[in-house]
C-alpha cells in the first residue's frame, strides 16, 4: 500500500526537504517543495510513521495500511528546546543538550528579510551580547561588529569562520567589506559563540567571539530550484542640518563685524553671495535602486547532494555615481561515501565585484559649499563646473583660490575610482568513520579564502580637484590623475582532528572527545605604483622603491575537547588550545588557553520534572582564558630597517641619499589574555512556548595591546604597541521568546532580548602613576590634531576629553566660556574632563513574526540607550570663522550657529562638551509583510510576494543625520536610506 | 611547523644587511641627518618617524622648535586654532602640549639614531663587517659629524625643557629606563663633546659637504653655548663665548651681500651659512621646515605665486614689537624689513585673524634672481641654523658683557651687518650697548629661532619690564610666571619614564 500526505509548518506553510519515514522499515521520503510525500510499498498492516524536520519536533502517527492509498498530514511545531538538535561548536559539532557555554544560533527562518547585501545584516539586533552597525550607507560597506564590549583598544572584531574556513581579517583593496562578498542567500546558520568556554577552541583569537557562518547544502531528492528577485529603492532619511540658502544669505549679510568678521573680511566676502539657490545635498544624493536576483538549485544527482546558486546584485548607492554590481556563485557538494562511513563536504564560494566609488569628499564639501553659487558656472573651465577662482589671474598665477574647497558635485562626476575584486572560499572536509572502532571519526579540512582587488582612478584634467596637482621633471604643471591600485590575499587552511563519542549506558555517561591540529598560513601582496597625471605623466619620485610587499603570518595550533554527560543531567566541557603565532618571538611564541563550564539540566531533575511551570531549565557555568593577536604586526618583534621612499631623501654634499631608518620593535610582544566567566540559565515555560536565557558575565583583559609611549631614547619610535593595560567589561544579557498567539490562522511570535554592559579601563601603565590623564586619541575635523577621547584608568574606553561649557539663563552656550575647573584662574587642557562615551550602557532588540492566514510579516527593532556621540559637523562648521573663513571664501555650516552664534575664534571650543551629544536612540531595523499564493503553475510553483521597508524609523534627540556612529565621532558620515523593497521568491 | 613560523619582511632588512656596505653607511647617515628635515620615510608623509601626532604639524623638528621659540615672543603670532597652539603666544602651555611632545620626541629620535650610527661604526664593527681602508676611514670621519648632531638636539633640550633624559651610544635599544639629567650637567657634558670633537670634524666648507657639519658649526654652537651659559649653569662664560664666535669668524666664512638670499632657494650657494637643514621641493618633502614658513606666511591680499607657491596658509604674521624696531618700516631704508603691509593690521585685534599684524614673507620658494621653485607645494630653500651674522653678534654681546673681545671690532661686525642692511654706511651706529644687540639680533635673526632664547637672556621673557602685544594672553601684554622660562617636559614622557621629575611649576 501507500501513503501520501502534507507537511505544513506552524504557519500552515509547507515544508518542503522535511523527511517521512516509515518507522523499522528503510522505507522514507522527502518533501517536494510543496511539502507533499508519498511512500509507496508498504506491507498492510498498522505501521507508525515519523516527521521530522530540523529545528521542529518530530511528530509520530499511526495509520493502518491497506490496498487503498491512505492520506496522512502533519503539522510540524518548531522545537524551541532542540535538544537533539545539533550545534556547531568549532572543530565539529554537538547535541545542543550537551552546550554548557553561552551560544546563540539563528538560522534561515529568523534572518532579517529585505534587500540585505552583507550577511551579517542577517543577524542585526537578534542576539543579546552582539551589536552589529552598520558601518555607512555606502554600497558594500562592512559593520561594526561588537561581542560583549569587545575586549581591546584596538581590534575589536569578532573571529569569522565559514563552514570552517576562519577568514582573514584583513579588507582587500577595492572592496570596503571582505564579509559583503558573501551572497547572504546562501547562508544557512550564524553561531555565535560568546564566552570563553565556548571561544577557548579558537585560543588566540577568541577574545572577541566567535561567528560562524554555515552555507546551505544539498537536499535529497529531486531538483529543487528557487528563484528570488528583490528590487528596491533607496532613499534618502535625513539630511546634514545645514543653512538653507535664504539662512545663509541673511547670516552672512547680517552677520556682526568682530575680530572674527572683520569689516575688511565681511566686505570682501559679500562679493561671493550669489544670487543662485543650490541645495548642494540635494546635488549629490539621489534615490538609489537596487536589484538582487539569486537563482539556487539543490537536490541529489544519483547519490551526489548538491547545491548550486547563483546571485547578481546590482547597486546603486544615494551618493551619486556609486555603485556595485556583484556576482556570485556558490557550490555546495556533499556526498557520503562507504555506507555512510566517509561524508565529504565540498563548499565552493565566488564572487565578482565591480565598483564604482562615490568620493565621500563630496559629503563633507556638499554640506559646506557655499549655497548662494550655483553648480555650473556656465563655461567650459574646470569641468564646467563652478569653482573659486583667483581674481588676480596672471601668468603663473594658479586660476583657482588656494585651500578653498572645491565643488562637491565635481568630486562625483570627474572622479572614476573603479575597482574589480575577486575572491573564493573554499574548503574540503572529510569526514571518516574509522570501521575498526565505529564511535572515532576523522576529519581532515582544507581550505582556502584568497582575493585579488585591483582598480584605477582616473581624474580629467579639467578636474579643480585634481588642477595642477604636479609639476613634471621639466617644471611644467600637470593636472588630472591616471594611478591603478592592487592587492592580493591568501589565507589557507589544515585542520585535523580526531572525535570521539560514546555513550556508556552502564554508567549512565556520555563522552565527547576532540582533539587535533590546525595550520594556517595568511599573505598578502601589496603592489605599489607610481603616481600620474591624466595624460600618463608620471611625478618626479613617485616611482616605490619596492614595487610589491607581501607581509605574512602564520599559526599552528593544538586543541581539545572533553564533553562529559551524566545521566543527560550533568555536562562538563573542557577545552585546551595551545597556540604558536609567526607574529611572536620564538621563544614565547606557544599560548595554551584553557577553559572548563558545567551545565545543570535541573528541568530533567525528578523533582523538577513534576513541575508543570519549567519545560525546560538548565544552569551554565563557565571559565576560560582566551587570546587575541589581531594587533600585533606580522614582524614587531624584529629589529629591521626600511628605506626612505624618493621623496624622502636626503642631501649630503651634492649627492641625495635615500635614508635607511631603524624601526621600531618590541620583542616581548604577546598576544592579550581576556579571562571570562560566565553564569547563564536557559529555561522554557509554558511547555517551551516561551524560551529564552539570561546569562551574566565577566571579563577581565589584561595584558592590553595598547599603543604606548615609548620612554624617549629606548625605541626607535616614540609610541609602540606593549601589552601594558588592564580592562574589564561586565554585563547581563538576556533573550526571550514566545508564542503570543498561537491559532491555526494566526500566529504571532515576539522576541526580545536586551543587554547591559560596563566597560572599565582598570590600568594603563607599566609603572602606576595617578597623575597620568590617559592615552588621547579621536582626531576630529577642525585645527589640526585636536584629539577628543581618552582611554583612562576607571573610566569607560574612548570616553569624550572635553570643557565643560557654560551656559546662560537661557541655556544658550556662552561662547568660549568654559568652567575653570581646576580653579588656576585660567583655561587650559589642564581643565578638560571625562564626560560620556560612546558605547551604549544598553541595547535592546525586539522582532516579532506573525503569520496570518496567506499573510506573513515581521518587524525588527532595536534600540541603544546612552550612547554619545560627538556632533563634528556642528563643531566643525557651525561657527562665524567656518562661515567666513579666514582664507577669504565663504562656507556653509552646521544650522546649530543659529543657537550658539559661536565665532569660532580660538582652539578650545573644539572640545566643549556642548557638542558630546545624547545619541540614544530607537531604530526600526525592518518591517515586512508577505503573501504566499501557495501553488502557482498548476502546482508545479510556489510563489511569494513580500514587501519590506529598512531603516523605516529612527526617533532620537541627536541633531546629527544618524545617532548610531561607530566610533562616536560624527563626521561627514555616508547617510543610511531607508529603503523599500519588493520581492518575490518562485520555488519549483 | 616550528621553523615555518619564522618569518621575515620582504623589503625591510637586518641591520647586518644594512651595514655591509659603505653605502648602507651613508643611507643611516641620511637618516641621522634627514631626521632634522623629514617627518618620516615618505614625503611629505605616511611613515612618520614620531607617531601619535599630526605628521606634518606636530611632529616636524624645525617647525615646532620655531614654535617654540617665536611663537612665544614678540616676534610671531599665529592664526590657526590647532589644539594648543594659541598657548605658546598666551603663555599658558601645559605639559599636555602636542607641538612641545613633537619637539621633544623628535630631538631624542635623533638622538636615538645617532646613538645606534655610533654603536654600528665602531672599529670592531667596520672590521667584523671586512670594511677596511679609504671606506673605513670615510665611515670613521662620520662619527664627529653625528657626535654633532647630537650636542645640538642635547642644546635644543637644555634650552627649550631644560632638564631632559639622558642617553648616549652606551644606553642600548630597549635598556634600562634613561636618567634625567640637569640642566647644567648636560652643558658640561655638550661643551666637552663639542670640544672633543672639534679637532676631528673637517676644518672648511669643501664642495662636497654642504649640510654636513664641519668644525665651524661645532665652533658655533659652542659660541651660542657659551653666551647663555648664565642661563644654563648660572655663571657667565663671555671669554670663552667670545673666543669661539672668533674662530668662527676667522674660518673663512662671509657675509652674503644679499641679505634676503639668506633664506631663499639659493641660499644654498651662500658664503655665510655655517650648517643648514636642507630641504628639497622634489626630494625632500615635508610640511615643515621652510614650507611652512613659507606657506604660512602668506595670507590675505598675499599672491601666493609671488612668492614662489601655490597656495597660502593664511597664518603666521608679527607684532608691532618687531615692526617698530625698523625706521619707516613699511619703506624702510633697512633692507631687512620686509613686511607685507597692504591689507594688514598693525595692531592685532585678534590673534585668530591673519590680516591682523604685518606679514613677514622672509622665507620663499624663490631664488634671489625670482625664479620660482620646482615645486610649487614644498620649498627649496635650506634653513640656516647657524651662519656668519650670529657670530658677529654673539661676538660683540659678548664683549658688551664683559668677554675679552675687542671693542672696536665688536662695533665694526654690527655695523658689517648694518652696512649690508642699509646697502651704505648710513645705517651705522658709533656706539653699542645691550639693548642695542638685542634690537639688532631681533632685525638680524628674526624668525630664524633665536627670539625665545634671546629675551630670556636679557631677563624679558616673563617679566614685566618687557611687554609686547598679546604676551601672556591680554591685549597689551602681561608678565607671566618666571617658570615659564623653561617649558615643561612632556607629560607622555613623565608617565613613561618614572625616572623623570617635572619642570618645577607645571
Known sequence: GSISGKIIDEANQPLPGAAVFIDGTSLGTQTDVNGNYQISGIKSGNVSVTARFVGYVEQKKQITVSATPQVLNFSLVPDSRGLDEVVVVGYGTTRRADITGSITTVTTKDFTKGQITSPEQLIAGKIAGVQITQGSGEPGSGSNILIRGGSSFGNNYPLIVVDGVPLDQGGIAGSPNALSLINPNDIESFTVLKDASATAIYGNRGSNGVIIITTKKGESGQAKVNFGTNFSVATLAREADILSPAEFRDLVTNAPTNTTVTPALKTKLLTQLGNVDTDWQDAIYDNAITSDNNLSVAGTYKKLPYRLSLGYLSQDGLLKTGTLDRGTVGLNLNPSLFNNSLKVNVSLKGSLSNSRFADGAAIGTAATFNPTQPIFSGNQNFGGFFEYLNPQAGPGVNPLVGLAPRNPVSFLDLRNNTSDVYRSIGNIQLDYALPFLKDLRANLNLGYDVAQGRGTIIVPESAGFAFRRFADANGANKSGVNNQYKQERSNYVSDFYLNYVKDIKSINSRIDITGGTSYQAFEARNYSFADFSFDGTIRPNSEPNFPLDVPQNRLFSIYGRMIYTLSDKYTLTTTVRSDASSRINPEDRVGIFPSAAFAWRISEESFMKSSNVFSDLKLRVGYGITGQQEGIGNYSYLANYALSTPTAQYQLGNEFFNMYRPLGFNPNLKWETTATSNIGLDYGFANNRITGSIDAYYKNTSDLLSNITQPAGTNFINEFTYNVGNMTNKGIEMMITGLAVDKTDFRLSLSFNATFNKNTITNLTLVDDPNFIGNRFGGISGGTGNNIQINSVGFNRASFYVYQQVYDANGKPLDGVFVDRNSDGQISDKDLYRFKDPDADVFLGFTSNFNYKKFTGGFTLRANINNYVYNNVASSTGTYRNIFNPLEFLSNGSRDILNTQFSGAGDQYFLSDYYVQNASFLRMDNFNLGYNFGQVFKGTGNLSISGNIQNAFVLTKYDGIDPEISGGIDNNFYPRPRTFTLGLNLGF | ?506
Open chain 2, 1 to 506: 611547523c616550528k621553523d615555518s613560523l619564522n618569518l621575515e619582511p620582504m623589503n625591510d632588512v637586518t641591520s647586518e644587511i644594512v651595514y655591509r656596505t659603505p653605502l648602507g653607511y651613508q643611507q643611516s647617515l641620511a637618516k641621522v641627518y634627514g631626521s632634522f628635515a623629514l617627518t618620516g620615510n615618505a614625503g611629505p608623509t605616511g611613515q612618520p618617524d614620531v607617531v601619535g601626532l599630526d605628521e606634518g604639524g606636530n611632529a616636524d623638528y624645525l617647525r615646532t622648535f620655531w614654535k617654540a621659540q617665536e611663537l612665544t615672543t614678540d616676534e610671531a603670532v599665529i592664526a590657526w586654532g590647532d589644539a594648543g597652539l594659541q598657548d605658546f603666544h598666551q603663555m599658558n602651555w601645559t605639559p599636555d602640549n602636542s607641538f612641545l611632545r613633537g619637539l621633544y620626541f623628535r630631538s631624542l629620535y635623533q638622538i636615538t639614531l645617532v646613538n645606534e650610527f655610533l654603536r654600528e661604526s665602531t672599529d670592531a664593527k667596520l672590521a667584523s663587517r671586512g670594511i677596511s681602508g679609504a671606506d673605513a676611514d670615510r665611515i670613521k670621519a662620520y662619527r664627529p659629524e653625528v657626535r654633532f648632531l647630537r650636542a645640538y638636539q642635547y642644546w635644543s633640550l637644555m634650552d627649550v625643557f631644560g632638564n631632559p633624559p639622558f642617553v648616549t651610544e652606551n644606553d642600548p635599544i630597549g635598556g634600562p629606563l634613561p636618567k634625567q639629567i640637569g640642566r647644567a650637567a648636560l652643558f658640561t657634558y655638550i661643551e666637552t663633546e663639542l670640544k672633543a670633537i672639534e679637532p676631528e670634524l673637517i676644518a672648511t666648507r669643501a664642495a662636497n659637504y654642504y649640510g654636513r657639519a664641519t668644525r665651524g658649526a661645532a665652533q658655533a654652537l659652542l659660541a651660542r653655548l657659551y653666551l647663555n651659559a648664565q642661563v644654563y649653569t648660572g655663571t657667565q662664560k663671555n671669554n670663552e663665548a667670545v673666543e669661539y664666535s672668533k674662530r668662527v669668524i676667522d674660518a673663512g666664512y662671509t657675509l652674503d651681500p644679499n641679505y634676503r638670499k639668506l633664506t631663499l632657494n639659493d641660499n644654498n650657494t651662500s658664503p655665510e651659512l655655517i650648517f643648514t637643514i636642507n630641504y628639497d621641493g622634489q626630494r625632500s618633502q615635508v610640511f615643515g621646515g621652510t614650507t611652512f614658513l613659507t606657506h604660512a606666511a602668506i595670507g590675505g591680499s598675499m599672491q601666493a605665486s609671488d612668492y614662489g607657491v601655490d597656495f597660502g596658509w593664511g597664518g603666521i604674521r608679527t607684532t608691532k614689537a618687531l615692526v617698530n624696531l625698523f625706521p619707516n618700516p613699511t619703506s624702510s631704508p633697512d633692507r631687512r624689513a620686509n613686511f607685507y603691509t597692504n591689507g594688514q593690521n598693525l595692531e592685532i585685534a585678534s590673534l585668530t585673524t591673519f590680516t591682523d599684524g604685518y606679514a613677514l614673507p622672509k622665507f620663499q620658494n624663490k631664488t634671489s634672481a625670482g625664479v620660482a621653485g620646482t615645486n610649487l607645494t614644498f620649498v627649496d630653500a635650506d634653513f640656516p641654523l647657524f651662519r656668519l651674522a650670529e657670530m658677529y653678534l654673539i661676538y660683540a654681546e659678548a664683549t658688551l658683557r664683559g668677554g675679552n673681545g675687542v671693542a672696536g671690532t665688536a662695533l665694526t661686525y654690527i655695523n658689517n651687518l648694518r652696512t649690508r642692511a642699509y646697502g651704505n654706511a648710513t645705517g651705522a651706529v658709533t656706539a653699542l650697548s645691550l639693548d642695542l644687540i638685542l634690537d639688532e639680533r631681533a632685525r638680524e635673526l628674526h624668525w630664524e629661532g633665536h627670539r625665545r632664547t634671546d629675551l630670556i637672556r636679557y631677563n624679558r621673557f616673563t617679566e614685566a619690564t618687557y611687554l609686547w602685544p598679546w604676551k601672556g594672553g591680554i591685549r597689551d601684554g602681561r608678565s607671566v610666571e618666571n617658570f615659564r622660562k623653561v617649558f615643561p617636559i612632556p607629560a607622555a614622557d613623565v608617565t613613561a619614564n618614572p625616572n623623570l621629575v617635572q619642570n618645577p611649576g607645571y
